[in-house]
């Protein structure tokens, strides 16, 4: 199984997964608040499209793994970003009853 290839299912294997993809502190990764995702999702965003433009320039430093990984990543911290604005957002009135 590559490296590349991740599962993200908890805050530990989370960070550890995206140790592997940024170049972030492990404080900024287990930053779990609205801030802290932001930041990633940007610097997350960014590392994409740096290694999109590799691929599209037949680049030899282009690693489809790594994209892939990253585009999957990408789309996971964007939705649990939006889960949680969401959340904060609702109103305590509206908020389901377990």
Do not use: C, F
């Amino acid at each position: 199984m590559s490296q590349n290839n991740l599962k993200i299912s908890d805050d530990d294997s989370r960070s550890d997964a995206l140790a592997r993809l940024l170049p972030l502190w492990p404080n900024e990764l287990s930053d779990t608040s609205i801030a802290g995702r932001q930041r990633i999702v940007a610097v997350m965003a960014r590392a994409l499209r740096a290694e999109r433009q590799r691929g599209r320039a037949g680049h030899w430093a282009y690693d489809l793994g790594r994209h892939a990984a990253l585009a999957r990543a990408l789309t996971r911290e964007r939705a649990e970003l939006a889960a949680l604005q969401q959340a904060i957002a609702m109103p305590k009135s509206k908020l389901p009853v377990a």
